[in-house]
């Protein structure tokens, strides 16, 4: 899976993107991160990309030509990778095989990232992240190029580069073969919806804190039920919005499991 990160600071991506899981996983060509210089893009000599805004206001805009050049080359490479004819679609410029490519503006107005968002977006081959900076981006760019707009919480950065690198990390580990066989991703916060249980290593007693028995056992299923139950609980105390929602969603199971308990 490939993605393309269009920013004015490609030195920030390139620097993550080398580091631990995620430069495994581009060393073994799981993955690629491809970050793009907008101001390569310019048409002004003095490589400038901002300007002010029209209705006046303090701060700049990133403008709209820039980007959209920066964002067509970035198509043409992707088209002439996959070395097909592309079915070109007149209504919009960034089509490949039939499928418009996703591009992504990363923006505090816009819906918070979630991992059913990155499950979403782990389905496609390509996707193209544009980082906003300065006090955005001229309105019409957006309308032509972008796809999905997200946000990675309810506060302002100074920029979209670590919000698109988040995204690529959520996404990226769950490619097949990015995480080893150590690093499961099967069980874990919000794959039901509830906040992982707490867990234990060695030594068994540390600073005079024991390990809770029940894990000492062996005894395979009752390790699961403690489990799910401090699952259960931390929700509750640590993000009551989550346990509502899974209490509401598995409503159904609870009263099935009663009436079973019930008749026998
Ligand atoms: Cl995606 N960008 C910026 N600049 N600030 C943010 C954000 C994104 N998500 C939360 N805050």
């Known amino acids: 899976m490939n993605f393309h990160i269009m920013t004015l600071f ?8 080398k580091t631990s899981i995620l430069g495994r996983a581009i060393q073994k060509d799981l993955i690629s991160v491809n970050a793009v210089d907008i101001r390569t893009y310019t048409d002004n000599k003095h490589g400038r990309v901002d300007d002010y805004t029209y209705g006046g206001g303090a701060g700049m805009l990133m403008q709209a030509q820039p ?13 002439d990778k996959e070395g097909a004819v592309a079915p070109f679609n007149a209504v919009s410029d960034s089509y490949n095989e039939g499928r418009r490519i996703r591009t992504v503006y990363m923006t505090p107005q816009a819906p918070v990232f979630t991992q059913e968002k990155a499950r979403e977006l782990a389905d496609e081959e390509d996707i193209i992240f544009l980082c906003g900076h300065y006090e955005g981006v001229d309105e019409r760019v957006l309308e032509e190029i972008v796809t999905d707009y997200i946000s990675i919480g309810d506060y302002v ?29 099967e069980t874990e916060s919000f794959d039901d919806g509830l906040l992982e249980y707490p867990q234990y290593s060695r030594p068994e007693i540390w600073r005079g804190r024991e390990v809770p028995p029940v894990l000492l056992s062996g005894h395979h299923a009752n390790v699961e039920k403690w489990r799910h139950e401090q699952s259960l609980i931390r929700t509750k105390e640590r993000r009551p919005d989550l346990y509502e929602a899974y209490m509401k969603a598995h409503e ?13």
């Open 10 to 17: 490609p030195e920030l991506i390139d620097g993550v993107a």
């Open 67 to 79: 980007i959209y050049d920066c964002h067509q080359a970035i198509v043409e490479a992707i088209r």
């Open 157 to 185: 950065l100074t920029g979209g580069e670590l919000p698109a690198l988040v995204c690529v990390d959520a996404i990226a580990r769950l490619v097949p073969g990015v995480l080893g066989n150590g690093e499961s991703y």
């Open 252 to 264: 159904d199971d609870e009263r099935a499991k009663k009436r079973r308990k019930n008749n026998t």
